[in-house]
């Protein structure tokens, strides 16, 4: 089975409350020197077989984002070994 990731974030040029609220909220929990925060989502799509990434881009393209306030980036996630 593959696995692809789909990261959607807000454009640089929308705003980000949410992003706000975590920056406005970290002083409170003793955490200095971070000027700004973008929160995004992480979608994992699995494939049976080989992974299709330009059936990945369709699905993020027409259902996963908003292409007017959001871009997207697909990735294959590569398995990780286990270590015994």
Do not use: H, W, Y
Not at 39 to 61: S, T, Y
């Amino acid at each position: 089975m593959a696995r692809v990731v789909v990261d959607v974030m807000l454009k640089p040029e929308i705003l980000d409350p949410q992003g706000e609220a975590i920056v406005n909220a970290l002083p409170r929990l003793g955490v200095t020197g971070v000027s700004s925060v973008r929160v995004g989502k992480r979608i994992e799509i699995e494939f049976d077989g080989e992974p299709d990434l330009d059936q990945a881009r369709e699905i993020a393209d027409k259902l996963l984002a908003n292409p007017v306030i959001e871009d997207f980036t697909v990735r294959v996630e590569q398995e990780e070994s286990v270590q015994p």
